[in-house]
């Protein structure tokens, strides 16, 4: 994918949704990093459905706090790897009562110092909360960026790191967004829409379709 077809890719994709938001259901920076936090190997729709009963009860650190142990993993226990996400969650939740005045820290290095908060999380965070220009590379980011030939990649890192120098300037706050809910419901891993691909034309994936089928 050249550079042009980098920006009609991008510019497709924003005339389709023109504001891209995250599916994570949040009401504050503190409530986005827990959703986060959960959401490593588990759907967007199973976190939402654990965070609205566990949020009617406890949504500071303070409160998560309040729960302890036992009382947050019945609140989440509906969500994979619950128990290990508990724990970490509670010990962000005291690091940031202790070194932050309860306040989600704004830098990268402090968000990627909190248990259970790798590079992915502390990228949707910034993004997401601060509007910076992240590149939070999942699955469905990894997929699109190298069935497409938008940022081949043999890592995430890799990946995140060609988007971060590929995708043009006016689409990078938003750019994480459109490309995971491409991922998640166009360019799908065993079977990707194709024939509903509003960018197909700038897809090098695409392109091969269409030249074999000619």
Sequence with gaps: ???????????????????PQTEL?????FELLTAVLLS??????????????LFAVANTPAQILALGQDGLESHIK?????????????QTCQILIEQHGGEVP???????????????????????????????????????SN???????????AVELGLLKRAPAAYLVDAHHWLILH?????????????VCAVIDECDHGRQLKSASA
Excluded at 78 to 90: C, D, E, F, N, Q
């Design 78 to 90: 509906t969500i994979g790897l619950y128990r290990s996400k508990a724990k970490h969650l509670l």
């Design 183 to 195: 991922g998640r419901y166009v360019c799908q891993a065993r079977k990707p829409m194709c024939n």
């Design 25 to 29: 259901e949040f009401s504050s920076v």
């Design 106 to 144: 704004r830098s990268r290095e402090a968000l990627e110092a909190l248990p259970g908060v790798g590079r992915k999380t502390a990228n949707v965070v910034l993004n997401v909360a601060f509007g910076e220009p992240t590149m939070a590379v999942d699955t469905h980011i990894f997929r699109v």
């Design 40 to 53: 490593a190997q588990a759907t967007d729709v199973g976190v939402n459905k654990a965070t609205r009963r």
């Design 1 to 19: 994918m050249n550079a042009a077809q980098v920006e009609r890719f991008f510019a497709t994709l924003k005339a389709v949704n023109p504001a």
């Design 147 to 157: 069935r497409t030939g938008l940022a081949p990649g043999k890592t995430p890192l």
